[in-house]
């Protein structure tokens, strides 16, 4: 038979109700007499029935991450942290994969698993600011990634202008004069390419170098195949480029797997780096520059400002912006 909140009360010499107010946390209780709890919980191996906890506040203790790529090492790494984060506060969190489809996220988007789940962390890509402000559930929502802006829920996402800007500003201080973009779709508006392009261009200008449109190569998708298919596009030009920026590391590496097979040599001929930081990087050969927006951080905040909604945070919504950092490897001509 398992260890009941009687036992515990018992052990530790006080009511069923302060044991009750320890373990849910309801009221304030002494420090003296919590740690008295704790120390007859520890003793007796009590291990809380979650379910239950939830069912009695009406909730099921399942959230939602909604991803377009489950696939995607970058999305993959961040739904490890956030599984962990959310176990940590008592949550089960299930995977969505929309696959970047509008019907997908506009469905998770209005509910349709209200009676599932208690909470959805979305990264949109295929709906934008309307979609976000017509939504008829009032499941709580926090946005990650940067597809939606300016909209009333909590939005956790890395400042991709300013982190664009960190990288083209790297390839310039090497030397390099004929700096190119791979990943720009013109006819998709998904926010985070253009949020990026901006930044590559801003770093030009600031650089004094002009902002050539036929060095910034369009994709179809932002995965390897269409890296390495812009990179080749890039290669027949007049004047190829001296280095690239990608969109993000999948599209890089596709593009390093494309001077490889042209005999061009990196970082000799061409410095590249892309945006993630994701593990495949680091053992690309040559090992990939790139921007590492803190995985961490974005998945932990999402999570906790997600279960606080969930338990009634009435708070403005907030805007919040994790850190990056450069990490500079061997396609730029680190030896790291």
Do not use: C
């Not at 003793?43 to 203790?61: D, I, K, M």
């Not at 392009?197 to 195949?225: H, N, S």
């Not at 812009?230 to 030009?237: F, G």
């Not at 007049?238 to 690239?244: L, R, Y």
């Amino acid at each position: 038979m398992g260890v009941s909140l009687k036992d515990i009360a018992e052990r530790a010499g006080v009511s069923l109700a302060t044991v009750s107010n320890v373990v849910n946390g309801y009221r304030p209780v002494g420090e003296s007499t919590r740690q008295r709890v704790q120390q007859a919980i520890d003793e007796l191996g009590y291990t809380p029935n979650l379910s239950a906890r939830h069912l009695r506040r009406g909730r099921t203790g399942l959230i939602a991450l909604a991803i377009p790529e489950l696939t995607n090492p970058y999305f993959a790494e961040l739904a490890d942290v956030a599984i962990r984060e959310a176990a940590g506060l008592g949550y089960t969190l299930l995977m969505e994969n929309t696959a970047g489809e509008r019907t997908e996220e506009l469905t998770l988007l209005d509910g349709a698993q209200r009676h599932i789940i208690d909470g959805l962390i979305l990264s949109p890509v295929a709906i934008g600011r309307n979609e976000v402000l017509g939504r008829r559930a009032q499941l709580p929502l926090v946005l990650i990634g940067e597809g939606v802006y300016d909209v009333p829920y909590d939005h956790i996402a890395i400042d991709n202008v300013a982190a664009s800007r960190t990288a083209t500003a790297h390839l310039v201080a090497l030397g390099r004069r004929r700096i190119a973009f791979v990943g720009a779709p013109p006819w998709d508006d998904r926010q985070s390419a253009h949020l990026r392009i901006r930044g590559y261009r801003e770093a030009l200008v600031e650089a004094g170098m002009p902002f050539d449109l036929r060095l910034v190569a369009p994709t179809a998708q932002f995965g390897r195949t269409d890296g390495e298919r812009a990179m080749r596009h890039l290669l027949t030009l007049d004047e190829p480029p001296d280095a690239v920026l990608a969109y993000n590391d999948l599209t890089a590496i596709g593009a390093l797997r494309a001077l490889a097979r042209a005999g061009v040599r990196v970082p000799d001929d061409v410095a590249v780096a892309g945006i993630d930081d994701i593990e495949e990087g680091r053992f690309s050969n040559p090992t990939l520059t790139t921007i590492a927006p803190d995985k961490r951080e974005i998945g932990r905040l999402a999570v906790r400002r997600l279960v606080a909604r969930i338990e009634g945070d009435a708070r403005p919504p907030a805007h919040e912006q994790p850190t990056f950092r450069l990490v500079e490897r061997e396609s730029s001509g680190s030896t790291r």
